[in-house]
């Protein structure tokens, strides 16, 4: 099985993530995780230049970067853990952040990045996917909390993060058997119950 955490920048994913890894870890399944970009020694080393804001990157080669990155972790990671018995798979991040920040935030065509992920992923399509939701102001004051400097992407204005939201929002209403969208505003509990319960309705009983 096969899950991403998607949402904006400061929804709080990676907290989440690492309580579903100790939560699923308890209950016996084989868990890996791991994250977009980067997984992989190729993968780590593209995600420096994606995320460094001296890089100049265009939209199409931001996407392709990203895609490289993806396509190594699908090879190397995801495929050779998903044999394995009881396995599952958590990505901070999957395709479907090129779906929204690439097709959406640097319109490049939401449909048009969707095709093309097909072939990256070599159609390795998530049996499930959980979109953090937050509205702006909320991501923001998250990401001020942690005091990290933004990276390249993370510098982008108000207007490209609201598409980006929007685009998630979307792909819920698109493909909303796989896709669930979590209310990610809640505390840290309450968020995590309903990841919880996203999780355990996918379980193989
Ligand atoms: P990261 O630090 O992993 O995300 P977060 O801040 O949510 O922990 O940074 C990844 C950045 O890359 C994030 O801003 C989203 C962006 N991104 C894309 O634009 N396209 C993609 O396909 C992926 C995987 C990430």
Not at 104 to 128: C, M, Q, S, Y
Not at 145 to 155: I, K, S, V
Not at 160 to 183: G, N
């Amino acid at each position: 099985m096969l899950i991403n955490f998607e949402g904006i920048d400061g929804s709080g994913k990676s907290t989440q993530l690492t309580r579903a890894v100790a939560w699923l870890t308890s209950i016996k399944y084989d868990v890996l995780l791991t994250r977009e970009p980067g997984g992989t020694a190729a993968g780590e080393k593209i995600r420096d230049l994606l995320l460094d804001p001296n890089s100049h990157l265009s939209g199409r080669a931001e996407y392709l970067l990203y895609s490289a990155s993806r396509a190594q972790l699908v090879e190397e990671i995801l495929l050779p853990h998903l044999r394995k018995p009881r396995a599952i798979a958590l990505v901070d991040r999957y395709a479907d952040s090129s779906t929204v920040y690439q097709g959406a935030g640097r319109e490049l065509g939401v449909e048009e990045i969707e095709a093309v992920n097909v072939f990256v992923t070599g159609n390795l399509t998530p049996d499930l996917t959980l979109y953090l939701d937050v509205d702006y102001e909320t991501s923001v004051a998250r990401r001020a909390a942690t005091g990290a400097a933004p990276d390249r992407l993370e510098q982008n204005p108000r207007e490209f993060f609201e598409a980006v939201r929007q685009a998630y929002l979307d792909l819920c209403y698109r493909h909303p058997t796989r896709v669930k969208k979590i209310d990610a505003r809640a505390n840290e509990d309450e968020v995590f119950a309903q990841v919880k319960a996203a999780i355990a309705g996918h379980l193989p009983v």
